[in-house]
């Protein structure tokens, strides 16, 4: 019962990291709101096209920082493995479906990346260098995403983990997809932006 408990606990806590809405403010911080930007997604990639690089890394490192602070609280706590699979997917819902910012927020490849770098480090660099090869290749941030998503469950049974991690894995897999369909639709018709493409950003003054 008390596990049960805890896992409540943190999956309520991992949520809430979650929605820390970390390209928000750093587009804020410079005057901008990201929503009304490109795409008008808070993630690395818009806030990349409008701001430029350091505030996207910014964004990069914060991102999986609340995705892996999320999955080590349950961890330290001793919950069980499906306890720790299920507050990963609180954070990373969190991050996507925001309740500070109307239910909108990211795609959560950054923040799910942040889980499975607790959960399963091999895994998570295979699925990175694939996924930063094929947007080198490619020069789509979506695409590259996608591919680093979707193989993530098959390392993952090639590894043999938990099933609880495997299940949040194929989980995550498919969230990324579902997040992905304007992009998935724009690839199909050769609309998709590339890496290194900038938007028309209007500054507002910090204190607007």
Not at 26 to 55: C, D, E
Not at 67 to 83: C, D, E, N, R, S
Not at 113 to 123: D, E, Q, R
Not at 147 to 167: D, Q, T
């Amino acid at each position: 019962m008390l596990d049960v408990t805890l896992a409540a606990v943190t999956m309520v806590i991992g949520y809430f990291l979650g929605t820390i809405p970390s390209g928000y403010l750093v587009a804020k911080l410079h005057g901008v709101n990201i929503q009304q930007v490109g795409s008008g997604n808070i993630g690395a990639t818009n806030v990349l096209r409008a701001l430029g690089v350091v505030p996207a890394i910014i964004v990069v490192i914060l991102d999986p920082l609340k995705g892996a602070l999320a999955t080590l609280l349950p961890i330290a706590l001793g919950v069980g493995p499906w306890g720790v699979a299920l507050t990963g997917l609180a954070v990373v819902l969190g991050n996507n479906f925001n309740v500070l910012l109307g239910m909108r927020g990211g795609k959560g490849i950054a923040t799910s990346i942040g889980v499975f770098l607790v959960l399963s480090p091999l895994v998570t660099v295979f699925s990175l260098v694939l996924g930063i090869f094929t947007i080198l290749v490619s020069r789509y941030v979506s695409l590259g995403s996608l591919v680093g998503m979707v193989a993530l469950p098959l390392f993952l049974i090639a590894r043999e983990v938990h099933l609880a991690y495997l299940l949040l894995g194929i989980a995550l897999s498919a969230l990324a997809i579902v997040r992905h369909r304007a992009n998935i639709r724009r690839l199909l018709g050769g609309k998709e932006s590339r890496l290194g493409e900038r938007v028309e950003v209007e500054r507002r003054p910090k204190g607007d």
